[in-house]
Each structure stands twice: as structure tokens, then as C-alpha cells.
């Protein structure tokens, strides 16, 4: 099991089939083992569940993998709440083999109060943090960033170090990205499915899964 991939035995009543999915973590081989164990009930055979299940790619921004043959790992989630990015950044770290790097930030005109909470999680979790935007609505964008970034130096974390605030998102994307190395994670948090982000009363297409493959082929280009 790694941020790639799935890979386990399934034992079944007459039969032994190996499993290899895209979906990650191990609540996911839970789905898979309620998955297999229906369609088996129901008289499909083995080889054919496992060609079904090596097919799902899972939920729209929900642990959503992004691989444009880069050598580090690119998880697109939705975790936009103190527990949500606990959960996802918990999974992750045992199946990276390099550092865990988190994009992440903080929505505007909603729980303030969350805001340096976020910052401690991802600065104890992740071994680097880019603080960035999302959704600040009419809210100063800096003054979030920095209501997060007195969460990751609660916990001992200096900016620059270990930690950056980009406001924009497609530059904290791709500044991430630049620092990542074989073996790393990189996940980028809060914006999941969506397709759109709010600066000031303007709502703007965005989509983190675009953006992130963008930014790959134009590092993947320059390497």
C-alpha cells in the first residue's frame, strides 16, 4: 500500500483473488472487501471483480490522485475542516515514503475560530505546509494567511523553514510541487470537487485537479 496504489488478497469461500485498486488508504480495502463480498454473493466471478475494482478511481476530490508521471505523489481532497484534515493527512503519512507536503488553507467570512487550529494539525502532520487560499470571500486574503500561520508557529514551526504563505493558490500549487522530491506526497486540501473559488464578491472557475495537472506538465517540461 502506498499513496499510488492498493494492493491486498482477497479470501473468498472457493477462491483467492489478488486486489490492486487506485483507491488509497485503508478505509478504502474496507469499501473493496464490502464491494467484492456483494458482487461474489451475487455469482461474479473473482478475475472479474478484480478487473472491476482496479477500474474505480473513486470519489471526485475525495482522496483523488493526480499522475501526470511525476515521481512524488499528488492527492486532491476536499478536508476542509480541523477532524477532515486530521483524517486524510493521517492516512497518508504511512504510506509515503518521502516527506508529506500539505496545500491547504483556511475559507473567509466562516469559522475564524478553526483558522489556527488548521495551521497546528498541518504543521504536527506534514513535514512542510503552503498556506494559500481558499474561498476568502471579502476578507483581507493576508490576514487569513497569517490567522493560520500562528497555528504552525504554536507548534514550533518557522516560515520559510517549514512553512509558506502563498495567497495565491495556483502559485502555492506550484511552489509545493517545485519542493517535491521522489518518494513525497504532496496533498492539496479544501477544495476537492469544486469548481469555483471566491475572491472578494467574484466567483471564479477553479478546479485544484486542472490546476494541479497544469503545473505537473509545465514541471515535468522543465526537468
Known amino acids: 500500500m502506498d499513496a499510488q496504489r492498493t494492493r491486498f488478497r482477497a479470501i473468498l469461500p472457493n477462491a483467492e483473488v489478488a486486489i490492486e485498486t487506485q483507491l488509497v488508504g485503508r478505509f478504502n480495502v474496507s ?9 461474489y454473493s451475487q455469482g461474479v466471478a473473482p478475475e472479474m471483480i478484480a478487473r472491476g475494482l482496479a477500474r474505480v478511481a473513486g470519489v471526485t476530490g475525495r482522496m483523488e490522485r493526480i499522475d501526470e508521471g511525476q515521481p512524488f505523489s499528488v492527492i486532491v481532497d476536499y478536508a476542509h475542516t480541523p477532524d ?7 492516512i497518508l503519512r504511512p504510506l509515503t515514503a518521502g516527506n508529506l507536503l500539505v496545500v491547504f488553507g483556511s475559507a473567509g467570512e466562516r469559522d475564524v475560530q478553526k483558522r489556527p487550529i488548521m495551521g497546528e494539525i498541518a504543521a504536527q502532520m506534514a513535514d512542510f505546509c503552503v498556506i494559500t487560499d481558499e474561498d476568502p470571500r471579502e476578507e483581507d486574503r493576508v490576514q487569513i494567511l497569517r490567522e493560520i500561520a ?5 507548534a514550533g514551526k518557522r516560515e520559510g523553514r517549514d512553512f509558506l504563505c502563498i495567497a495565491d493558490r495556483t502559485q502555492a500549487i506550484a511552489a509545493a510541487f517545485a519542493r517535491a522530491r521522489a518518494g513525497d506526497t504532496i496533498l492539496l ?3 476537492g470537487h469544486e469548481q469555483s473559488i471566491i475572491i472578494g464578491g467574484e466567483k471564479i472557475p477553479w478546479d485544484d485537479r486542472r490546476v494541479a495537472r497544469e503545473q505537473l506538465r509545465l514541471l515535468l517540461d522543465y526537468r
Request: a positive charge; aromatic letters at 0%; hydrophobic letters at 50%.
Open 31 to 39: 469499501n473493496c472487501l464490502a464491494a467484492i463480498a456483494t458482487a
Open 84 to 90: 477532515s484534515l486530521t483524517k486524510v493527512l493521517a
Open 150 to 154: 500562528r497555528g504552525c508557529e504554536a
Open 189 to 191: 486540501a479544501g477544495k
